[in-house]
């Protein structure tokens, strides 16, 4: 039986990486951070805060993570507006979603104002049973720790939902949550390893109601 979808936002709905990416390397370079290679594979899925913590510990710098944050989700605000579009596929599946009554979360990495900045703007803001931020646990993926608060209070056992992910961590996240996982390939995070995943599908647009009849 399939209770839920627990849907990633960047990458799996919309596509705002490239903004997300450009606020925070105009942040970044304000205060004379410049990422290394490694540290820019090391982005997708993650919760901005933990990353920008390590950047600071790793450069012994004299930071406050959380002011770089706030300062970031500002200048992102001001770069998506008029500019965000749905990703293919996801009008149609929401549609199929609420006329099969199987339930819609959204857990994201993004904190909650970056969050409801994006739904906002694509007019998502109300389509979602629950909404889980980066702000709501103290572990965010790879643990499995949203997912697990995602289907808390959405009411389902892990076992009944379904996360649709296009990051590693985010699979890796969901695999430990006892959750089956869809993976979908991103514009943005491409080169992510996905293999884990129980499906991979190239775009939302695969997915029709004998797909989620075969789910069940």
């Not at 739904?119 to 389509?127: D, F, K, N, R, S």
């Not at 959405?154 to 009944?160: D, F, K, L, N, T």
Request: aromatic fraction near 6%; charged fraction near 30%.
């Amino acid at each position: 039986m399939v209770y839920a979808f627990l849907f990633d936002l960047d990458g799996v709905l919309v596509d705002s990486e490239d903004y997300s990416r450009k606020a925070s390397d105009r942040v970044l370079a304000e205060v004379g951070i410049t990422l290394t290679e490694a540290e820019k594979k090391n982005v997708f899925g993650r919760r901005t805060l933990e990353n920008y913590e390590r950047y600071i510990k790793s450069r012994e710098l004299d930071l406050d993570a959380n002011k770089l944050l706030d300062q970031k989700n500002r200048l992102f605000a001001e770069l998506i507006s008029g500019k965000l579009k749905l990703l293919p596929g996801v009008t149609e599946l929401f549609a199929l979603l609420d006329e099969t009554g199987i339930k819609k979360a959204l857990v994201s990495s993004s904190p909650l104002v970056r969050v409801n900045a994006t739904l906002e703007e694509v007019g998502l803001l109300m389509e979602f049973d629950v909404i889980v931020s980066g702000d709501c646990c103290s572990r965010g993926k790879p643990d499995p720790a949203p997912f697990l608060f995602a289907s808390e209070k959405i009411g389902a056992e892990p076992g009944e939902c379904v996360v649709v992910e296009d990051a590693q961590v985010g699979v890796e996240a969901a695999l430990a949550a006892g959750m089956r996982v869809i993976a979908v390939d991103s514009p943005s995070t491409h080169g992510q390893d996905l293999s884990q995943a129980d499906i991979h599908l190239n775009s939302l647009k695969q997915i029709d109601r004998k797909f989620i009849e075969d789910l069940a």
